[in-house]
């Protein structure tokens, strides 16, 4: 992987960095919002912000071992800007809930679509690599998003009665 490539992907990372922490402060903003339903909001909060270490563990990989010759390449590629946007919709949706203009009813589908949308799942599918310890942190992400949406199904499911 040439020096730029690898400076674009360590970008694009440190971008989805970024969204994990605002996705973890909107769900502290629902629970704070709806404090019947704290726990669960707080437990996503809380697995967002285990992400976001998971996913500066996945830019320090790329940069330790493409020195050693280990091949990173984009397999899915996305853009900073692109990252940028879905950022700023994440943070509108915080203040929304924030002042009261969103229903808990519609922050679970509104979180079901983020969770669900190209930018947050299969952080697996994003660099192709051999690296198996790459693989097993971006597989682990992958994994607990998957559970975030079983949760967030289930709740609105549990909601419809």
């Not at 285990?50 to 500066?56: D, F, K, M, P, Q």
């Not at 930018?119 to 998003?145: G, L």
Request: with cysteine; hydrophobic share 40%; net charge negative.
């Amino acid at each position: 992987m040439t020096n730029g490539s690898t400076d674009e992907l360590t970008k694009v990372l440190k971008a989805m960095v970024d969204v994990e922490v605002a996705l973890a402060d909107l769900y502290r903003a629902c629970a704070q919002t709806w404090e019947g339903d704290a726990v669960f909001w707080s437990a996503l909060s809380a697995e967002e912000i285990h992400h976001t270490e998971s996913v500066r563990k996945l830019a320090g990989l790329i940069a330790r071992k493409t020195d050693k010759e280990q091949r990173f390449e984009f397999h899915r590629p996305i853009t900073v800007q692109s990252i940028q946007t879905f950022l700023a919709g994440i943070k509108q949706q915080a203040q929304r809930v924030r002042q009261g203009a969103i229903s808990e009813k519609k922050m679970l589908a509104i979180a079901l679509d983020i969770e669900r949308s190209v930018m947050e799942r299969k952080y697996s599918e994003i660099v192709k690599t051999d690296d198996v310890e790459y693989q097993t942190v971006a597989s682990a992400i992958d994994d607990q998003t998957a559970a975030h949406v079983a949760r967030l199904e289930k709740k609105m499911a549990d909601q419809r009665g």
